[in-house]
Structure formats: structure tokens, C-alpha cells
């Protein structure tokens, strides 16, 4: 079992719509959960993180999270063409997991079409 | 600005050869980090170091090598034993926000070997 699992994709909304990107994870203990954005042929972006159980709102993303099922959620209302990209989603093991070690997933690639 | 810089962006490699992936941040942070990334796979960490003067392996060490003299800069060896080095390659930094560890990336250096 891979430690953070994503669907690839590709995921494709119509402009306007919520995408919902899902990753689960794991590590029981894990302590802390990224979403990160990265266009293709570039580095990575964060996109926000979040610790505790329930949901954490920035502007147009909602990051959700549920440690009892192990899994973490993205997001993304009124999709926009300049959201089209890959998400990573990045997982911070817990003590036995080595720190302050982020494990990423493969990412899913989304497609926001006119 | 602050930030995390790489280079060379473009790097071309005979096989046999070791080549040098230069990594500075003016950030102040502690952590800095080496991941490496193939298509369709998500980042792999090849080494990290939390303070000068020391680091550790990662997930895929084998064939790499680092140094961290200086806070600022965390210089990757890929070396000739690493059989598979054509990749991209991305650095970062990291600092505590809210007890989770954030990082943010280099723009990425993209190594192929001839």
C-alpha cells in the first residue's frame, strides 16, 4: 500500500464547477496534510495545509480533513482554465514516520474546460 | 526577494560523469531538502538536513550526495553511480507554521543524461 494515494486523472470540470480532489494516506499518526499545485514543467506550489480534523476555507479552496477515515480533501469552487494542473497532495508522518519528512502522493491532474 | 534558487535550470550529462545541482535560499530557514521527480510519479526525497553540517538519507540516497557547510546553501552530487539520474530535480526550504512543517520549492533543475 502506497503511504498517500491519488487518483491521477485526469479530472475534468466545466469552468465554474467544484472540483473535488481526494487523497488518503496511511499513517495513522500523521500530523499535518499540503495541498500543493504544480503546473506542468514547473516546481511546486503550496495551495494551503491543515492539522485538525474538519474543514479550513482560503478564497476559493476548502481543504477537508478526516484523520478517523485517513483521508484529505481539495476543493475548488468556480473552477477557472488557470486552475488547470497537477495536485499534489503531501503528508507529514508522525514521529515514527521520520519527522519532519514530507511524503508525497503521485497527484491528480485536473482539467478545467471552457 | 526571498527565495530558493536553482542551478543550472538545464543540465546535460554524459554517462560516467558527476555533475553538481546547485541550491541557495536567503530564507533563513533551517531545513532544506532534495526531492527528485519522474513523469507520472510524485516527488521522491533523496536527502534532507535539518541544521549545518549535518543530513540524511532519504527514500533513493543511493547514487547521490550532499553537503551543508552553510545554512543557505545545500548543494546535490549526482554521482556516477546513479544509474537512472534523468530527472527533475527540485530543492526546498522549510519553516514551522502552526506546528506544521512548510515547504517551499526551488524553480527546479532538469538533469538528462546523453
Known amino acids: 500500500q502506497k503511504e498517500v494515494e491519488q487518483n491521477s486523472g485526469p479530472l475534468s470540470v466545466p469552468e465554474g464547477a467544484i472540483a473535488s480532489l481526494n487523497c488518503t494516506y496511511s499513517d495513522r499518526g500523521s500530523q499535518s496534510f499540503f495541498w500543493y499545485r504544480q503546473y506542468s514543467g514547473k516546481s511546486p506550489e503550496l495551495i494551503m495545509f491543515i492539522y485538525s480534523n474538519g474543514d479550513k476555507e482560503d478564497g476559493r479552496f476548502t481543504a477537508q480533513l478526516n484523520k478517523a477515515s485517513q483521508y484529505v480533501s481539495l476543493l475548488i469552487r468556480d473552477s477557472q482554465p488557470s486552475d488547470s494542473a497537477t495536485y499534489l497532495c503531501a503528508v507529514n508522518p508522525g514521529v515514527t514516520g521520520g519527522g519532519n519528512k514530507l511524503t508525497f502522493g503521485t497527484g491528480t491532474q485536473l482539467k478545467v474546460e471552457l | 526577494d526571498g527565495g530558493i534558487t536553482q542551478s543550472p535550470k538545464y543540465l546535460f550529462r554524459k554517462e560516467g560523469q558527476n555533475v553538481t545541482l546547485s541550491c541557495e535560499q536567503n530564507?533563513?530557514?533551517?531545513?532544506m531538502y532534495w526531492y527528485r521527480q519522474d513523469p507520472g510519479q510524485g516527488l521522491r526525497l533523496i536527502y534532507y538536513?535539518?541544521?549545518?553540517?549535518?543530513?540524511q538519507k532519504g527514500d533513493i540516497a543511493e547514487g547521490y550526495s550532499v553537503s551543508r557547510e552553510k545554512k543557505e546553501s545545500f548543494p546535490l552530487t549526482v554521482t556516477s553511480a546513479q544509474k537512472n539520474p534523468t530527472a527533475f530535480y527540485l530543492c526546498?526550504?522549510?519553516?514551522?507554521?502552526?506546528?506544521?512543517?512548510?515547504?517551499?520549492f526551488g524553480a527546479g533543475s532538469r538533469l538528462t543524461v546523453l
Open positions: 526546498a526550504s522549510s519553516i514551522t507554521v502552526s506546528g506544521a512543517n512548510v515547504l517551499t
Open positions: 538536513s535539518q541544521i549545518v553540517n549535518d543530513f
Open positions: 530564507l533563513n530557514h533551517d531545513a
